[in-house]
């Protein structure tokens, strides 16, 4: 039996595992280990290789940034910087026909910036958006549709933990991954503003009865109140990306100010006590944890997959198939989409990109761009059933029984297919994700 033969072994049997309900880490690291004694035919030695691996992945100077991201995204959830984002977005398009809606996309694109976290946008809009939309007659699967499709935008627009864990395992500036996530991530959320705003004038029955506009809320602020919410909003987006952005930081230091600046913000505005801190502390170290063993994990799939040299067998079938340059990223982009029914999105980025990168990338492919395309049709699958990572959290966070699964599944389904289209923008102008990268 050739590595060939046994590379794809272990990767069957690794999906086989991961479908039977395996923890995906440990699935990786198992099939990746027996694959490797299989190729090298000793187990000592393939402990050894495998051990390098996990150090080579922990002791990487940009692991660092991880926990840092993460706990400013926790202290931010808790210090009600969501409520503030969505009442100064909803003040601005409060004129719009279906202004709630836009300003729900608005506040999850502003929320994203401080966060990067889908998952945090997904609970934190349906506590807030939900019952404000439904309250002013929206349809309710038309409203949870609003959230679910608008919290993916937490992955894409910087910082995103997903382009954090993107950038390790493809050897990639974190910094350019941030930069490249600008441009199709306000993209993706204008259109699915002006999707809304479709909606709303061609199908307003999507919406349901209206009978009083936002501008009609009972809450109303001032310029100056409005000011004062967005102020601490536009401070840490300021130090964290123009930090980055304008070379004074590096992603690491960005992290660690962001996280201390809004560890200050929720202090000013006694948002959390000591008790919640240790909580929050807590669950940072979880996530961190979380995320490590993911990343140990693609680091031994990874060498696994070049033991075995299945990249590149896969390069030479489809180089004798034919299939093109592009045939082959619209197929890669298909299975993604389709992975993303059944996985969560990290499992995909980590099983996906070892095979591929190495496959396309002597055909010239850019690997910033791959990774936005990546992460962009991936994330169609949180809102796709079964698996629909947001759509789960979106009706666990809303304990409503009268919204079902599959309510927030079709009122999603329109935001999936802007997406696709988002996907399909960016496969035809790369330069949206590589034109800010000097």
């Not at 991961?18 to 000592?44: N, T, Y």
């Not at 009706?395 to 029984?401: H, Q, R, Y």
């Not at 079709?410 to 935001?415: H, K």
Request: charged letters at 10%; proline letters at 5%; aromatic letters at 10%.
């Amino acid at each position: 039996m050739t590595p060939f033969d046994i590379g794809l072994i272990a990767l069957v049997a690794m999906v086989v595992c991961v479908l039977a309900g395996m923890f995906i880490p440990v699935a990786l690291m198992l099939c990746s280990f027996l694959g490797v004694w299989a190729i090298k035919g000793s187990p000592d030695l393939a402990i050894k290789l495998m051990a390098q691996a996990a150090n080579d992945a922990i002791g990487s100077y940009f692991f660092g940034i991880v926990p840092l991201f993460v706990l400013m995204g926790f202290i931010v959830g808790a210090t009600g910087m969501g409520r503030d984002a969505y009442d100064v977005a909803n003040a601005f398009f409060k004129k719009i026909k279906g202004g709630l809606g836009v300003g729900t996309v608005a506040a999850n694109a502003i929320f994203a910036a401080i966060t990067g976290i889908s998952i945090a946008s997904a609970a934190v809009f349906t506590k807030i958006a939900v019952p404000e939309m439904i309250r002013h007659g929206y349809n309710p699967r038309f409203a949870t549709g609003v959230v679910a499709g608008s919290s993916v935008l937490g992955m894409l627009i910087p910082p995103s933990l997903l382009l954090i864990l993107y950038a390790i395992i493809a050897e990639q500036s974190v910094g350019d991954m941030f930069l490249a996530g600008v441009v199709p991530g306000v993209v993706l959320a204008i259109m699915f503003g002006l999707g809304i705003i479709l909606a709303a004038y061609l199908r307003p029955s999507s919406l349901g009865k209206v009978e009083e506009t936002a501008a009609e809320a009972e809450e109303e602020f001032t310029n100056a109140e409005l000011a004062w919410k967005f102020a601490p909003i536009a401070l840490l987006i300021t130090v964290v990306l123009g930090g980055i952005y304008s070379g004074i930081f590096t992603p690491i230091e960005a992290g660690a100010m962001g996280a201390i600046g809004a560890l200050l913000l929720a202090i000013v505005r006694k948002a959390i006590s000591i008790k919640q801190f240790g909580q929050i502390l807590v669950d940072t170290g979880l996530i961190t944890a979380t995320i490590c063993l993911l990343i140990i994990a693609a680091q031994m799939y990874s060498r696994m997959l070049a033991f075995s040299g299945v990249p590149a067998g896969i390069a030479d079938i489809t180089a004798n198939a034919e299939l093109g340059y592009w045939g082959l990223v619209l197929i890669y982009v298909a299975v993604l989409i389709l992975l993303g029914m059944i996985l969560d999105s990290s499992s995909i980025v980590l099983i996906m990109v070892p095979i591929m990168l190495p496959v396309l990338g002597p055909a010239g492919l850019d690997p910033v761009w791959f990774g936005i395309v990546t992460i962009l049709a991936v994330e169609i699958g949180l809102l796709t059933p079964p698996f629909g990572v947001s759509v789960y959290v979106i009706k666990a966070t809303l304990d409503d029984p009268n919204i079902t699964l599959d309510d927030i599944f079709i009122g999603a389904l329109p935001f999936a297919f802007i997406m696709l289209i988002v996907v399909f923008l960016v496969l035809m102008f790369p330069a949206m994700a590589t034109g800010l990268i000097g």
